[in-house]
């Protein structure tokens, strides 16, 4: 099976680590990920704040990256969801501008060659992508990773993993079984943390105060550490905790899971 | 009632797309009433309290019931169904009415409803209505163009009364004065009843219920005095011609059997095929709205019936703007809109900002993506109404007719205004992104430079994130680099 590994824009550029331990993670398990070298970004800033015509480049170079896998795996639930879940609507929606041209005369919609081959391709690559989590349950089967992390967690499942993937309780699973690992609820898990992209500086007030509410609710855990599948809302948790001189870290799920005895 | 106090009817919308004309409050941005609001510690514990009590009641109601996903999708299916077919089914709705002996009447727009309701009104030679709970009435401002003409019109419904008294303007589809508690509704009824009518008892305390019996004694004069009644509808019903409307406090049964003359002003997508697609609607919105299995007063008619109720009934057809909604394919499923409001009660930015934020009868997730649509996105606040929120997706889940709120708003903001910087600097992210080589070459320049990089104050729009949140540590080497240099840590 050839595995692709998506790292993502904002784990290649901030987030190195967190690129590591998936690789060592996938590698312990026996499964050896390649790193397509082109790869960038899927777009979602673009697409998701209305700049459709700069996303739509970027879907289309990661449709062109990342053609010919087996699976595409992410250590981002975000952006998971953006390829497989938004991709499909983007590439088959009739009005999406660079896909479709009303024919002389037609008083209907029809794609271009270059809307067909996009939404070919995504319809090809999409379903193969998968976040960390959902790859490791789903795909390699396996739930005990073999990890070692002696330290009070508690889990934040961020919306676009939960409500965009539906990746369940795939990742509390993973938890469970570390070894050492005490597991701590956290009240209002459901509950944004108010990053949300660029909606962190259009409406910084906001997301500030939902973060405040979520901050609240780690620290009322006790957890050493929180973990999440996404460091784009740990950032903006962690970021707020860091202010706050919090006293609890941040860490990526993958980093949790990456981490053996004497290597924790 | 000479001396009711009248709200002004706010400035006209700007140049947009949107051709109707819902009342505009004339606020500035999303943003900056978000944050006023966030910093309103009352109103946060007030909307804290009511969202999640009614969230919770939601819940527990909808989990009752094995079949709710089949339900959500009849909702979704058969309104869908409705609006393909929308002008056969109101062509059908309307012969029904005629026949049942009632008037129907088509306004294209806000003022044409207005204009076609006070016509009728004079016509009765009265000068007093009394109102049902409606949010299209209010969509349209009606309250405002009846004063302008002479009419007063009395808000019934227990939080519209408090609204009105209070002067203000609702804040909640379903619960329009969330944003009070009882210690202000006691000053309210306090100091505002006697100018509307019977006043309020002496010595009311803010026991809800006496506040409760103070709003009967001063509503049911009103009953008994006013001849000509004011409602909208939730459902009409095509094949027989029947209107429907659900409410908890019995006020709207009173005004919809007591007077002489029922004006309904109904918004197009109100009306569904049949009483059999009417059953799937009755579960679906009270146990979103008021998270009830049942809902208590459900009251329908038909035309008139001699000797019972109104001797006299006019339908009131509203497009105001409807009609281009459906025209786009992305954002006419907000026309599937059933007014529940569980999106509001979910919605992490509606129970920090509250409904006055939205600047617009429709607050919340739907208000999102239906204010812009129908009102066009020429004002600093309409252009914003598609980036107040997260995209957290919790609205779509609980939406009862299965709106993908998070995609029209997705939709409407590659249609929004985008200003100069912004569209610079995603310009130039995007060109950044289109090469591998480009990614590499700033993650480079930022590790070269990462100690001067600080963490706490990023300079120009940047600032608004460092204000309140640390940035990373830019890290010496990017993941790229560092599977170039070690072969993927095999080295």
């Known amino acids: 099976m050839r595995v692709a590994l998506f790292i993502t824009c904002v784990n290649d550029t901030l987030f190195p680590g967190t690129g590591k331990a998936v690789v060592s993670l996938l590698r312990r398990l026996g499964c050896d990920v390649e790193f397509p070298r082109a790869q960038t970004c899927c777009g979602q800033m673009h697409l998701n704040t209305g700049y459709r015509r700069d996303g739509v480049r970027l879907a289309r170079r990661f449709v062109e990256v990342f053609a010919g896998y087996d699976a595409v795996v992410t250590p981002s639930g975000s952006c998971a969801a953006m390829v497989r879940e938004q991709y499909p609507r983007l590439a088959h929606n009739p009005h999406f501008a660079a896909g479709a041209s009303v024919a002389a005369g037609a008083r209907r919609l029809v794609p271009t060659r270059a809307g067909r081959e996009f939404a070919a391709a995504v319809d090809e690559v999409a379903p193969k992508v998968y976040d960390l989590s959902e790859f490791l349950v789903d795909v390699l089967e396996v739930v005990d990773v073999g990890a070692y992390f002696p330290h009070r967690v508690t889990y934040h499942p961020t919306c676009h993993s939960a409500r965009g993937l539906r990746v369940g309780d795939r990742p509390l699973r993973l938890l469970r079984a570390v070894r050492g690992l005490e597991l701590v609820e956290l009240p209002g898990a459901e509950e944004c943390c108010g990053f949300g992209g660029t909606f962190a500086v259009k409406n910084p007030a906001m997301s500030t105060a939902m973060g405040t509410d979520k901050v609240r609710n780690v620290l009322s855990t006790g957890a050493e550490v929180l973990c999440a599948a996404d460091n784009s809302c740990l950032t903006h948790i962690g970021g707020m905790l860091a202010r706050e001189r919090g006293g609890v870290r941040v860490m990526h799920l993958a980093e949790i899971l990456a981490s053996t005895e004497g290597r924790s | 009632m000479g001396g009711a106090p009248s709200r002004a009817p706010g400035h006209a919308p700007g140049p947009a797309r949107g051709r109707g004309h819902v009342v505009d409050l004339g606020m500035p941005a999303f943003p900056r009433n ?17 969202t999640h009590t009614i969230r919770g009641r939601r819940a527990s109601v909808v989990g009752e019931l094995p079949d709710w996903m089949e339900l959500r999708a009849a909702g979704k299916a058969i309104k869908d169904h409705t609006l393909r077919n929308l002008d056969r089914y109101l062509l059908r709705l309307e012969r029904a009415v005629t026949e049942a002996g009632g008037h129907v009447h088509w306004a294209a727009d806000a003022a044409e409803a207005n204009r076609i309701v006070a016509g009728l009104v ?3 030679g009265e000068t007093s209505v009394v109102k049902v709970k409606s949010m299209a009435t209010q969509e349209i401002g009606l ?28 804040s909640h589809i379903l619960v329009p004065a969330v944003h009070r508690n009882r210690a202000e509704i006691r000053e309210i009824f306090l100091d505002h009843m006697a100018e509307w009518g019977r006043p309020a008892p002496e010595g009311l305390s803010d026991d809800p219920r006496a506040l409760a019996e103070a709003a009967r004694l001063h509503l049911r004069e009103r009953f008994l005095a006013t001849k000509v009644a004011i409602s909208g509808a939730n459902f009409m019903v095509a094949e027989t011609g029947t209107l429907v409307v659900l409410e908890s406090e019995g006020n709207g049964r009173m005004c919809l059997t007591l007077p002489e003359t029922l004006i309904s002003v109904v918004g197009i997508e109100k009306v569904v095929p049949t009483w059999r697609d009417l059953e799937v609607f009755l579960q679906l919105l009270p146990r979103s709205s008021t ?8 009251s329908t008619w038909t035309g008139v019936t001699p000797g019972d109720g109104p001797r006299e009934f006019h339908l009131v057809l509203l497009d105001n703007g409807r009609t281009d909604v459906l025209a786009d394919e992305v954002g006419r499923q907000a026309l599937r809109c059933i007014r529940c409001s569980a999106c509001l009660n979910v919605c992490p930015v509606y129970e920090r900002a509250g409904g006055h934020a939205y600047g617009s009868v429709y607050p919340g997730p739907i208000g999102a993506i239906l204010t812009p649509q129908l009102r066009g996105m020429g004002t600093p606040l309409d252009a914003s109404l598609p980036y107040a929120s997260s995209l957290c997706g919790a609205c779509y889940d609980v939406c009862p007719v299965a709106i993908d709120i998070p995609e029209v708003l997705v939709h409407l903001r590659g ?6 910087a912004e569209r610079a600097g995603m310009r130039a992210a ?23 990089i600080p963490r706490r104050r990023l300079p ?9 949140r640390d940035i990373p540590p830019v890290p010496a080497e990017s993941f790229r680099d560092w599977w170039d240099r070690t072969e993927g840590g095999t080295r």
């Open chain 2, 34 to 50: 978000a944050a006023r609001a966030v910093a309103d510690s009352q109103l946060r514990f007030n909307l804290r309290k009511a």
């Open chain 2, 122 to 124: 004079k016509a009765t």
């Open chain 2, 143 to 170: 309250n405002e163009a009846l004063a302008a003409e002479g009419i007063t019109a009395y808000e019934t419904d227990l939080a519209e009364l408090i609204v009105q008294l209070g002067d203000d303007f609702p």
């Open chain 2, 291 to 298: 998270g009830e299995r049942m809902n208590p007063y459900t």
């Open chain 2, 415 to 420: 249609r929004a205004p985008h200003a100069p």
């Open chain 2, 430 to 452: 995007s060109w950044l992104l289109s090469r591998a080589g480009r990614l590499a070459a700033v993650q480079r320049l930022a590790a070269r430079l990462r100690r001067l």
């Open chain 2, 460 to 468: 120009g729009p940047l600032s608004a994130w460092t204000d309140t």
